[in-house]
Antibody, heavy 121, light 102 residues
Framework: EVRLVESGGSVVRPGGSLRLACAAS????????MSWVRQAPGKGLEWVSG????????RYADSVKDRVTISRDNAKNTLYLQLNSLRAEDTAMYYC??????????????WGQGTLVTVSS | SYELTQPPSVSVSPGQTARITCSGD??????TYWYQQRPGQAPMLVIY???ERPSEIPERFSGSSSGTTVTLTISGVQAEDEAKYYC?????FGGGTTLTVL
């Protein structure tokens, strides 16, 4: 059974930083691209960032570029998202998603249950 | 980047057919994928590559494509199908369509 378990979300002040993690199990982690997708309260889905199977290539949405870094540790089966210079509009549930492809994004076979990031003073 | 446009809402009675559209210029050259999201849950893939269905998804879910528009069709809608549906192509998601089962 595929499992994706996100952690690291919390309440943070504007301008602050957070590191999200996604622990993966039930599949060969190093074979798949991975992405982070977020959803602001009551809003739709927004792709944030993706990384290919070996971490060689990362991609970012324009809305977070220069403030976010995606990375992965294939030895630990874990995906990360470093969020810096956080703004109120970054408030959202952040989902980790397994891509069908070795790159990302193509499409998402599995999703975690999400971790909530709230940016508020 | 580009946009994917979905109707905000679709309503059908149980047993009827629901059709949810997704429009975008890039859809003539890129595949589209559909996700179902029930309240309080993570999204779930229901259609991939325009019209392919994962094995665990009921046969009443189907997809089709014509030009710049793709369509998710749910035949014989059931109460459990009430959810929000999102199309996706590459890094872009549509705004989502709320399916209400009357």
């Amino acid at each position: 059974e595929v499992r994706l378990v996100e952690s690291g979300g919390s309440v943070v002040r504007p301008g602050g930083s957070l590191r999200l993690a996604c622990a993966a199990s039930g599949f060969i982690f190093e074979d798949h691209g991975m992405s982070w997708v977020r959803q602001a309260p009551g809003k739709g889905l927004e792709w944030v960032s993706g990384i290919d199977y070996n971490g060689g290539r990362a991609r970012y949405a324009d809305s977070v570029k220069d403030r976010v870094t995606i990375s992965r540790d294939n030895a630990k089966n874990t995906l990360y998202l470093q969020l810096n210079s956080l703004r109120a509009e970054d408030t959202a549930m952040y989902y980790c998603a397994r891509d069908k492809s070795s790159a990302s994004p193509e499409y998402f076979l599995d999703w975690g249950q999400g971790t909530l990031v709230t940016v508020s003073s | 980047s580009y946009e994917l446009t979905q109707p905000p809402s679709v309503s059908v009675s149980p047993g009827q057919t629901a059709r949810i559209t997704c429009s975008g210029d890039a859809l003539t050259i890129q595949y589209t994928y559909w996700y179902q999201q029930r309240p309080g849950q993570a999204p779930m893939l229901v259609i991939y590559k325009d019209s392919e269905r994962p094995s665990e998804i009921p046969e009443r879910f189907s997809g089709s494509s014509s030009g710049t528009t793709v369509t998710l069709t749910i035949s014989g809608v059931q109460a459990e199908d009430e959810a929000k549906y999102y199309c996706q192509s590459a890094e872009v998601f549509g705004g989502g369509t709320t399916l209400t089962v009357l």
